[in-house]
């Protein structure tokens, strides 16, 4: 399926952010156009980092297709735009969350968005969240070492798993807790 009518559409919103990537080109590759991209070439497998000036929001794992382009699409529309879709008591649920969470997911998972939709969001908030997502078909050695059975899942600080399919505030309430020293 080709997706490059919805890029270019996204296109129209999306600025001032660069991307790292390597072996990611079927998605950066449309995007060049309006966004900065670095080309690593020294990779096993696929990644996007996300940045904007020197701070980066988030490291896509995979290439995001199928479920995960939608997120993945409007987590740069986000950035760019600096814009959130979180109420205020989401937004001071956010702010209590820090460290490195990790998002597996697959690219046909149907709760997977919900969830990317989210954790995108966490980043623009708060600097103390450094996001991966993770398409476990792709990064099988960290689905395993994950122990990742299903979709959505999320690891904090490669300690904690929460499963991913709650509401934003449940989810976000139990990444609060479990970010609590």
């Known amino acids: ?41 020294s990779c096993n497998k696929p990644f996007i980092k996300v940045n904007k000036g020197k701070r980066t929001y988030f490291t896509y794992y995979g290439v995001p297709t199928m479920n995960e382009l939608w997120p993945f699409l409007n987590a740069l529309a986000r950035i760019s735009q600096e814009i959130t879709q979180l109420d205020e008591k989401e937004r001071e649920l956010a702010t209590q969350i820090s460290g490195n969470i990790k998002l597996f997911v697959t690219p046909d998972c149907t709760k997977c968005p919900i969830t990317a939709e989210l954790l995108y969001q966490l980043p623009l908030i708060n600097d103390k969240v450094v996001l991966e997502i993770i398409d476990v078909e792709t990064y099988l050695e960290l689905r395993e070492k994950f122990r990742v059975m299903s979709v959505p899942k999320i690891v904090l600080d490669d300690k904690k798993e929460l499963p991913g399919g709650f509401p934003p505030h449940i989810l976000l309430k139990m990444l609060a807790k479990s970010s609590e020293p």
Request: some cysteine; glycine content about 0%; hydrophobic content about 35%.
């Open 1 to 41: 399926m080709s997706y490059d009518y919805i890029i270019k559409q996204y296109l129209q919103v999306i600025s001032n952010i660069s991307i790292v990537q390597c072996k990611a080109n079927e998605i950066t590759d449309q995007l060049k156009e309006k966004i900065e991209i670095e080309n690593i070439d």
